[in-house]
């Protein structure tokens, strides 16, 4: 069993940047695969940037070069950086975790990029 707990989530002017952070609890030795979904209203739950227990990491193609997916193993915490925001990364964030075979989610972040 794992515990996702969100933060950093605000508001934030365009071409501003903010910083999420998930920390897990429970049995978070066993977490290989993290990710940051998001979802704005009126759309589906997309996925926005992934690492695995390795440290590889993936991102969707709208916010490559703008956001940097990073993990501290240590601390159970993974990251996300947002630089350059728009206004169409308004969206609830939400951390994602693997344990073989079992998915879990965070309760979700609010960010609004507006002037």
């Known amino acids: 069993q794992v515990q996702l707990a969100e933060s950093g989530g605000g508001l934030v002017q365009p071409g501003g940047s903010l910083r999420l952070s998930c920390a897990a609890s429970?049995?978070?030795?066993?977490?290989?695969?993290m990710a940051w979904y998001r979802q704005a209203p009126g759309n589906q739950r997309e996925l926005v940037a992934l690492i695995t227990g390795g440290g590889a990491t993936n991102y969707q193609d709208s916010v490559k070069g703008r956001f940097t997916i990073s993990r501290d193993n240590a601390k159970n915490t993974v990251y996300l950086q947002m630089n350059s925001l728009k206004p169409e990364d308004t969206a609830v964030y939400y951390c994602y975790a693997a344990t073989r075979g079992y998915g879990y989610w965070g309760q979700g972040t609010q960010v609004t990029v507006s002037s």
């Open positions: 429970g049995s978070s030795f066993s977490i290989n695969n």
